[in-house]
Antibody
Framework: QVQLVQSGTEVKKPGASVKVSCKAS????????ISWVRQVPGQGLEWMGW????????SYIQKFQGRVSITKDTSTNTAYMELRSLISDDTAVYFC????????WGQGTLVVVSS | DIQMTQSPSSLSASVGDRVTITCRAS??????LAWYQQKPGKVPKLLIY???TLQSGVPSRFSGSGSGTDFTLTITTLQPEDFGTYYC?????????FGPGTKVDVK
């Protein structure tokens, strides 16, 4: 069965970076893009960016440009999202999700930014 | 970028009611629209993709319609387990923007 398994909770200080992983199994990893979605506590879903299946091209929303990097390792079927220069407003649950029309999601990773 | 709006932002309905949620895109997106249900503390669940195609395993009381800029999610007979927040999302091209959500409470 298709699974996306994310890395665990992270606690970071302001100004630090965090790298969250998303390991895929149960399907052909190279056939689907991976998006990252974040959800600040009590708020809605926010699409951050993705890495495409076709050519590995990345796209990010303007809000995170220069501060986020999405990568993938096809040898381990793992996607990564790195967010730099963390601020307290980055405290959120971060999800990875498959494809377009997200039929499978990771379980979410809580990132807490606090001094 | 294309903006997504939803209405209403919240609603309260009784078991058995018909519920309709509207999603609007600021520009045409064809039928590249998905609907998700999210319950508190849980991962979002895909209900509908391609505007009107029911995801496998989703009850048939859920349906979607629309194309271009205007879309609708309908729950024909609301059940107690249908509480949660519903989001639409465009995926015709990046960014794959979500709507702001509609919170559904079951009376």
């Amino acid at each position: 069965q298709v699974q996306l398994v994310q890395s665990g909770t992270e606690v970071k200080k302001p100004g630090a970076s965090v790298k969250v992983s998303c390991k895929a199994s149960g399907y052909t990893f190279r056939n689907y893009g991976i998006s990252w979605v974040r959800q600040v506590p009590g708020q809605g879903l926010e699409w951050m960016g993705w890495i495409s299946d076709y050519n590995g091209k990345t796209s990010y929303i303007q809000k995170f440009q220069g501060r986020v990097s999405i990568t993938k390792d096809t040898s381990t079927n793992t996607a990564y999202m790195e967010l730099r220069s963390l601020i307290s407003d980055d405290t959120a649950v971060y999800f990875c999700a498959r494809g377009q029309g997200f039929d499978h999601w990771g379980q979410g990773t809580l990132v807490v930014v606090s001094s | 970028d294309i903006q997504m709006t939803q209405s209403p932002s919240s609603l309260s309905a009784s078991v058995g009611d018909r519920v309709t949620i509207t999603c609007r895109a600021s520009q045409g997106i064809g039928n590249s629209l998905a609907w998700y249900q999210q319950k508190p503390g849980k991962v979002p669940k895909l209900l509908i993709y391609a505007a009107s195609t029911l995801q496998s395993g989703v009850p048939s009381r859920f349906s979607g319609s629309g194309s271009g800029t205007d879309f609708t999610l309908t729950i024909t007979t609301l059940q107690p387990e249908d509480f949660g927040t519903y989001y639409c999302q465009k995926y015709n091209s990046v960014p794959f923007t979500f709507g702001p959500g509609t919170k559904v409470d079951v009376k």
